[in-house]
């Protein structure tokens, strides 16, 4: 492709050339003729004709031609003229301007060649070519540039250079000589490589020639740099790097190496601002060594100052560089030093208040457990589909207690850290930590501290959890026993139901289910959701409770609930059973046998006989009676006073006459005293029929 | 088409490459017929004395511009011409320009593109892509100027260079 276009510019510029060639047609000789006949016609050319008509040339050319010829003639036949550049000059003017420029020069010594232009009217090229090209052939002159020098100039100015630069003590800009000396910049470089190659030159050059910033070095600076470098050590046992600076030095080691002797610079110590001798740095090395092993820091820059050298800023890392390099378990916070025991120290200082802290941070994962609680439960449900209850067995126990563990083993994981500013706190409350290290040693500790506190909080965890794991096991083992204890009871009343008349049958029937029945689901409630006090609920809060409750222990609390209103208790023992179950609520439940009821029938008695003997209201111990006389019988009923009178016009067939004649009599004062609170007699009456009536059971 | 405009067309050579200069490959290949023919072309005028523009181009070769010129009564009139390729070329003719006669002439659309006559749109159209630059000088700007110039003289509306 690029040869195409190679080809295209090709085509391009033979298309310029020929188009720019001349044109090939010419005028003939004829037509040229005729031209110029009708230009002279019209007097627009002025031409002169040779005698023969041929030729004709303008007058302007004919002139030019005429004086070439004759001015060549005139110098080849005269020598006191001569052509320069086109220009005929006589010699004697030339002569003249030589004289007049020899003048000028020694007067002046330079002179640059515009002025003389300008000053005798002649162009740069022929002044050149008149005068300057002879001129340095006599040897007293120097061209260079744009002006003319005679040699004594140059040379009385190479000699001002020359004591210029003896007498310079300290480092100098070559611009500044240059200038000292009033020479343009190649005459002066020309002057100094005269007096350089002569040996001349007391010093040396630093620099490039060309640069604005080189520099002319004297000998004699060097010795008197090292003369007061020394006068300086011996006076006051150190040198500060500004003093060096000071006198032009920029770099100082190289300074201070030739001011002294190899041994003697071997031992010098070099810092950041000052040169101090080794055995002074290692006094002081020591010093910072020793109040370090002392109070576990210590703060160089204030060492330092106390020193009686003048130490800056600066010095204070070489100072802790050399300490670190001999104990890497230094921790630097610039500029103090701390080892790790004061870290240690300063993570005991805080164990109490960690202690708090971890305590809080308990509290804190407690109050967000409570507010979470229910939803633990159901996830639970979720989690394991329901199933799972039974893997838990015993120790597990509730199914809300698991997950609320998980939970708080989340809480303590990696999400908890402390804030600095708190451990900076803590820390100078503690007082054990220099103010100025609080800071460094706050972040180096506060991974250790934060650690610390999950430790501890997941202790204080994992003890609650053992503590609430215990009494999570105590309390199914409490339910069990309730659970067993009120159905046990329940089974013995249903039992003595069946002994009872159909009349009042039905009504004990029902105040056992608003009872006893009642009062074991309130309980199988209670624990299912771990909600305590189920029996002073409102209908309506029971029913949120019930609601929240995993379905398959909800359905079995409700057939429960369902099963108290209904005409027999056989519902009730199947959702009791139901609800018990390992895969609702596991708790073992027995159903007693015909030796254990009975047995605990007389124990019903015997309890029975007992409250007679102790009740002090008369209502009460009747009430006792007429029970303990059916339990007496095998019969055990679970009644309130308001069946009295039925169960003892009952009795009647059951017991002797007197004890029911007695009976009918307490009874019927009973209901007396109840119309009648404030009768006295009435009362007293009463009593002495209960008492009567004690005697009368105690007897047998 | 007058006999001097015929064998003018005959001289110049025709091209072959049909591509625009937007065709990346082939307008190279285009671009040194063109100049191939105006060299021809040019010789041709220098030989028979009868050399009447000068025109260079861009480095893409999609812009021309130049000098025209010529005689009336023995006095040269000279104008700056250009014209750029259009995008559609060869198909679409160059619109060839001389901003100087803008609003001096009826034959020139706005912008001093000339207005060519009737005959040279279908002859162009006929010889696709034969006919380039050197011919649309031959066949479009040539005619053009002997019968413009004249007329713009007489009616004093330019004068000579």
């Known amino acids: 492709m690029s040869s195409a276009w190679d080809e295209i510019k090709r085509l391009a510029s033979d298309l310029q050339r020929v188009q720019l060639s001349a044109a090939a047609k010419k005028l003939s000789e004829a037509n040229c003729v005729e031209v110029i006949s009708k230009l002279i016609e019209r007097q627009l050319i002025d031409v002169v004709f040779t005698r023969d008509g041929t030729t004709y040339i303008t007058r302007k050319h004919l002139c030019t031609e005429y004086v070439i010829a004759a001015t060549k003639t005139i110098i080849a036949e005269d020598d006191e003229f001569l052509i320069s550049a086109g220009e005929l000059f006589a010699r004697d003017y030339v002569h003249k301007l030589q004289m007049d420029l020899r003048v000028l020069l020694s007067e002046e010594g330079v002179r640059s060649i515009a002025s003389l232009c300008r000053d005798w009217s002649l162009s740069t090229e022929l002044l050149r070519s008149l005068l300057l090209d002879r001129l340095q052939e006599g040897g007293e002159f120097t061209v260079d540039g744009e002006n003319i020098y005679t040699l004594d100039f140059l040379e009385a100015h190479k000699f001002i250079l020359r004591a210029v630069l003896c007498a310079i003590t300290k480092a100098t800009l070559l611009s500044h000589i240059q200038q000292r000396v009033s020479l343009p910049t190649n005459r002066f470089f020309a002057a100094l490589d005269d007096l350089l190659s002569s040996g001349e030159v007391p010093g040396k050059i630093v620099g490039s020639r060309t640069s604005a910033s080189a520099i002319y070095i004297p000998n004699l600076h060097g010795e008197l740099v090292n003369a007061a470098i020394r006068r300086m050590f011996a006076q006051n046992e150190y040198i500060l790097f500004s003093d060096l600076k000071k006198m032009g030095l920029s770099d100082v080691k190289a300074a201070v190496k030739s001011a002294f002797a190899k041994e003697e610079f071997g031992q010098l110590r070099f810092l950041g601002s000052i040169v101090v001798p080794e055995e002074v740095f290692d006094t002081q090395m020591s010093a910072l060594k020793d109040e370090l092993a002392q109070n576990c820091f210590v703060d160089v820059s204030a060492e330092l100052s106390k020193s009686s050298l003048p130490f800056e800023a600066e010095d204070e890392s070489f100072f802790i560089e050399a300490i670190t390099a001999g104990d890497k378990d230094l921790l630097v916070s610039e500029p103090r030093l701390y080892t790790s025991e004061l870290l240690a120290k300063a993570v005991d200082s805080l164990s109490e208040k960690l202690d708090q802290r971890a305590g809080e941070e308990m509290d804190k994962m407690d109050q967000k457990k409570k507010k979470t609680a229910p939803k633990p439960a159901e996830k639970d449900e979720w989690d394991e589909g329901g199933k799972g209850k039974g893997k838990k067995g015993k120790g597990g126990g509730a199914k809300g207690r698991g997950n609320a563990k998980k939970d708080e083993d989340d809480n303590t994981g990696s999400g908890f850290s402390l804030d600095v500013d708190e451990v900076e706190g803590w820390l100078r409350s503690s007082e054990r930590v220099p103010e100025e290290l609080i800071q460094s040693i706050a972040e180096q500790i506060i991974d250790k501290v934060s650690q610390s506190i999950r430790d501890r909080v997941a202790r204080l965890v994992a003890t609650q959890a053992v503590s609430s794991a215990q009494s999570n096991k105590r309390s199914h083992q409490q339910m069990e026993q309730q659970l067993n204890q009120l159905y046990a009871n329940i089974s013995l009343f249903e039992t003595g139901l069946e002994k009872i008349p159909d009349n009042i049958r039905d009504d004990l029937r029902a105040y056992l289910q608003k009872t006893l029945c009642t009062e074991l689901a309130h309980a199988l409630l209670g624990f299912a959701s771990d909600t305590g006090n189920v029996g002073q609920m409102k209908e309506k809060q029971r029913e949120e409770t019930i609601e929240a409750l995993p379905s398959r222990i909800k359905d079995a609390i409700v057939a429960l609930y369902a099963s108290l209103r209904e005409d027999d208790l056989q519902n009730f023992n199947n959702a009791l059973f139901d609800l018990c179950a390992p895969s609702v609520l596991q708790l073992g439940i027995k159903n007693p046998d015909k030796k254990t009821r009975e047995e605990l029938t007389n124990v019903y008695a015997t309890q029975l006989l007992a409250q007679v003997n102790e009740q002090s209201d008369p209502a009460a111990a009747l009430l006792s009676s007429v029970l303990y006389l059916y339990a007496k019988d095998g019969i055990a009923v679970h009644a309130s006073g308001k069946f009295v009178a039925q169960l003892v016009s009952h009795l009647a067939t059951l017991i002797d006459v007197e004890i029911y004649d007695l009976l009918l009599s307490a009874q019927k004062l009973v209901v007396a005293s109840f119309k009648n609170k404030g009768d006295v007699e009435l009362k007293e009456q009463l009593d002495q029929q209960i008492q009567a009536l004690r005697q009368r059971l105690t007897q047998g | ?161």
């Open chain 2, 1 to 161: 088409m007058d006999d001097s405009a015929k064998s003018q067309l005959k001289s110049i050579p025709l091209l072959k490459t049909k591509a625009g200069p937007r065709d990346e490959a082939l307008w190279p290949k285009r671009l040194q017929e063109e100049l191939e023919a105006l060299i021809a072309f040019v010789t041709m005028n220098k030989e028979n004395d009868k050399d009447w523009f000068h025109i260079e181009c861009s480095d893409r070769g999609d812009r021309w511009y130049g000098k025209c010129w010529t005689f009336y009564n023995n006095v040269k009139y000279e104008f700056a011409v250009e014209f750029d390729i259009p995008i559609t070329y060869p198909t679409t003719a160059p619109e060839i320009s001389l901003p100087e006669l803008d609003g001096k002439t009826a034959k020139m659309y706005r912008g001093g593109k000339i207005c060519l006559s009737e005959h040279f749109k279908p002859l162009w159209a006929r010889n696709v892509p034969k006919f380039g630059i050197a011919q649309a000088f031959a066949l479009g700007l040539g005619p053009w100027l002997s019968v413009e110039i004249p007329d713009l003289v007489e009616k004093g509306l330019i004068t000579p260079a």
